[in-house]
C-alpha cells in the first residue's frame, strides 16, 4: 500500500505536465478559425493567420503578462502588403486589449477588416493605436491613424475618386466614451466623418462636407456592435 502511497505525487505530475503539453499544443485554429477568410496555423500560444491571403498576423504568448493579469497576454505582429505592425495583445472573459499596436499599413487593411465597406482604397497608412479594447459597453480607443493622399473606388464598378491626406483621431472621454473625428490634414475643423464608441457600439456617419469632397461614401453608415 505504501509504494500505492507514494505513486500519487509522480502521477499528479504526470498528468499535469499532459495536460500543459495538451495545452500548449491546442490548434489555434479552434479557436480563430470560424472566419472562412482567415487560414489559421499553429498553437493557441505560438500560431500565425493569414488573412483574405494577403496578411499575416503572428503572436506568441507572453506568460509572466498572463500571470501579472491573469488573462491570455500576448505579442502580435501583422505584416504583408507594405504593412507591419506590432503590439501587445490581451484576451480574458471580459473582453480584448490591444496596447501600443503601431506601424504602417496599406489600403488593402480597409477591404481585409472591413469587408462590408463598398470602395477599396490605396492611400499608405500610419496607425498609431495606444488603446483599443473590445468589451461590450467598456469598449474604447485612443489613438490616431493617418492617410497619405490616394484615392478611392467604388466596389462594382465606378471612377477612382481622389481622396486627401486624412487623420482619424479617436479621443476618450471623461464619460467613458471615445469620440471619432477624422478630417483632412492641416484641415482638423473640417470634419468628413465623425461618430463614437459608445455603449458597446461603434457609430461613424459622414459629414455633408465629407460627402461633398467624397461622394462615394454617401449613405455610408456604420453601426455595430463592439
Request: one cysteine or more; a neutral charge.
Amino acid at each position: 500500500m505504501a509504494r500505492v502511497k507514494h505513486a500519487w505525487p509522480w502521477l499528479a505530475i504526470g498528468l499535469a505536465a499532459y495536460l500543459l503539453a495538451l495545452i500548449v499544443t491546442f490548434p489555434a485554429r479552434f479557436v480563430l478559425g470560424a472566419d472562412p477568410r482567415w487560414i489559421v496555423t499553429g498553437t493557441v500560444w505560438t500560431g500565425e493567420a493569414v488573412v483574405d491571403g494577403a496578411y499575416r498576423v503572428q503572436w506568441r504568448w507572453a506568460p509572466w503578462r498572463s500571470l501579472a493579469s491573469l488573462a491570455f497576454a500576448a505579442d502580435v505582429r501583422m505584416t504583408g502588403n507594405a504593412t507591419d505592425l506590432a503590439g501587445s495583445a490581451m484576451v480574458s472573459p471580459g473582453g480584448t486589449l490591444l496596447e501600443g499596436f503601431a506601424g504602417s499599413g496599406d489600403g488593402g487593411l480597409l477591404a481585409a477588416f472591413g469587408p462590408a465597406l463598398p470602395f477599396a482604397c490605396d492611400s499608405p497608412l500610419q496607425i498609431n493605436l495606444k488603446r483599443l479594447r473590445i468589451a461590450g459597453p467598456r469598449s474604447e480607443a485612443i489613438g490616431d491613424i493617418r492617410s497619405a493622399a490616394g484615392s478611392c473606388t467604388p466596389l462594382g464598378g465606378g471612377q477612382p475618386n481622389p481622396v486627401p491626406a486624412l487623420a482619424t483621431r479617436l479621443l476618450p472621454l471623461p464619460d467613458g466614451t471615445t469620440r471619432i473625428e477624422t478630417a483632412p490634414i492641416g484641415r482638423e475643423r473640417d470634419h468628413f466623418f465623425e461618430g463614437q464608441i459608445a455603449g458597446g457600439r461603434l457609430h461613424l456617419t459622414p459629414t455633408p462636407a465629407g460627402i461633398a469632397a467624397l461622394p462615394f461614401i454617401r449613405g455610408l453608415v456604420i453601426d455595430e456592435s463592439m
